[in-house]
């Protein structure tokens, strides 16, 4: 137990953990934004399954850390860029990324998709429902794999205990389970911010794509870039709140 008492290894639990918070926020806001496609009552449920399933890839690529790091040694060549398998998992990632966002955008803002037969019995109606459901976990479960690649390579970088490494990866996700619902609500809530969020996980699609070809575009400009925007928009939130409140004010005098 006397391990327990080194501060180097608080010190490496706690950067680690802020680490893993920080790079699952994207992992957050595409979770929450295909749950925000799912009746009500299914969406506490998705949210647990596709943050459980965050955790156990992160935990069982953990565990196949030679595999995991085996994963950076070139299989081909083309052009004279080494392709890795990590590479080819970012850029599949990427893409599919790139692609689900770019769907979601048009949905949000030509489309507004409507789920489910408008007009079916009710064991129809129900049988499209599961079948969206399992499809939405399929597709976090795919981008669950392609963050927690990143995540977990990012993780032995910095720390060289197998134990550390868990408890910070389960320590996380108790966090970002905790945080995605009031997420998933806010977004839910103010439609403007959902399309800002699918543009910052467009972003992110394009940064994963670039790593593949050895790329590296830091995180930090795309956080700093997306703060920036959910700054101004949360201006534009206050701004609309005041004018509805005034609205309604005159309308009550009237």
């Not at 669950?144 to 320590?171: E, H, N, P, R």
Request: glycine share 8%; with cysteine.
């Amino acid at each position: 137990m006397d391990f327990l008492l080194d501060p180097n290894l608080w010190i490496a639990f706690a950067m680690l953990t802020s680490l893993e918070i920080v790079l699952g926020i994207d992992n957050i806001i595409f979770i929450s934004i295909l749950v925000g496609r799912l009746p009500a009552a299914q969406r506490d449920q998705a949210r647990r399954l596709g943050l459980g399933f965050a955790m156990v890839s992160r935990l069982l690529l953990l565990f196949s850390l030679s595999w995991v790091m085996g994963l950076t040694a070139d299989l081909f060549h083309v052009l004279g860029q080494g392709i890795s398998g990590r590479d080819l998992v970012l850029l599949l990632g990427g893409l599919f990324l790139l692609y689900k966002a770019s769907h979601e955008i048009f949905v949000e803002v030509e489309a507004r998709e409507q789920d489910g037969p408008p007009a079916a019995d009710a064991a129809a109606i129900k049988a499209a429902g599961q079948k969206l459901f399992w499809m939405i976990i399929g597709q976090i479960a795919i981008i669950d794999i392609v963050f927690s690649l990143d995540s977990v390579i990012t993780a032995v970088g910095m720390v060289d205990q197998i134990g550390v490494m868990v408890a910070a990866v389960v320590t996380s996700v108790g966090v970002m389970l905790v945080a995605a619902k009031p997420i998933g609500e806010f977004v839910d809530r103010h439609p403007s911010v959902k399309v800002l969020a699918l543009a910052f996980l467009v972003m992110v699609g394009m940064a994963l794509t670039a790593e593949a070809f050895d790329q590296h575009v830091p995180k930090g400009y795309i956080y700093a870039a997306m703060c920036f925007s959910l700054a101004v928009e949360a201006l534009n939130i206050r701004a609309r709140g005041k004018r509805r409140a005034a609205a309604a004010e005159a309308s009550s005098q009237a």
